[in-house]
């Protein structure tokens, strides 16, 4: 049974770049949440896919954007990076339908803005 | 909006000693309350997790108490080992799950 997977495990763009990052979620869940984690602090939400729609948002610009797909995998993109954009990102899994809200982290990406 | 602050932001005990972190939170909608441990370079791995209609729950080791009147609840962790020296993260969930800052244990043997 595997467990959520990120992809890519690591990532260097500079300013004003895009970037897509990847997320498959642990078997059976269906719904997909991302976080945000700069050194040093907890994990910020970013929006939550559940049925190809985002359900719910933080307090993120619109640069950030995602998509699930019909088979519940996830993307995250971020236009127009920024420096303060570099941060661990975390894909987390859970299954709305089964109403299980225990959260799954992936082991994240970690994006570099130079 | 929705807020979790964590205290202490580091905390340093004996291999033996109990330790305690506490959370409050802001929306009193929040009605589940789970505990992630993440070690370094590592994903954060959820090791308890209680209910708003439950005021406790133990599992080995670990126990967290729930004080809804309050809005606060903790994290207990008893007979600490240096295998328990990790940052541990709280979080809340209203409609959002809200994460605390983290607090960064440290068991000395």
């Known amino acids: 049974d595997a467990g959520v997977t990120q992809s890519p495990t690591h990532l260097i763009k500079t300013r004003g770049q895009q970037v897509t990052l990847r997320c498959s979620p642990k078997s059976g869940h269906d719904t997909v949440s991302w976080y945000q984690q700069a050194l040093g602090q907890g994990p910020q939400f970013i929006f939550q896919?559940?049925?190809?729609?985002?359900?719910q948002r933080g307090n993120f610009p619109d640069r950030f954007s995602g998509h699930q797909f019909p088979n519940y995998s996830s993307e995250l993109n971020v236009n127009a990076l920024l420096l303060g954009d570099s941060a661990l990102y975390l894909c987390a899994s859970s299954s709305l339908r089964a109403q299980n809200e225990k959260l799954f982290f992936g082991s994240g990406t970690q994006l570099s803005v130079l | 909006g929705e807020n979790v602050e964590q205290h202490p932001s580091t905390l340093s005990v004996q291999e033996g000693d109990s330790a305690v972190i506490k959370c409050t939170y802001s929306?009193?909608?929040?009605?589940?309350f789970p505990w992630y441990k993440q070690e370094l370079g590592k994903r954060p791995q959820l090791i308890i997790d209680i209910r708003s209609n439950v005021g406790e729950k133990k599992d080995q080791r670990i126990a967290v108490t729930l004080n809804k009147t309050a809005k606060h609840f903790s994290l207990h962790i008893t007979e600490t080992q240096p295998e328990d020296s990790a940052v541990y993260f709280c979080?809340?969930?209203?409609?959002?799950?809200?994460f605390g800052q983290g607090t960064e244990l440290s068991v000395k043997p």
């Open positions: 979080a809340a969930r209203g409609g959002k799950l809200i």
């Open positions: 896919y559940y049925e190809e729609e985002e359900r």
């Open positions: 929306d009193s909608a929040s009605n589940y």
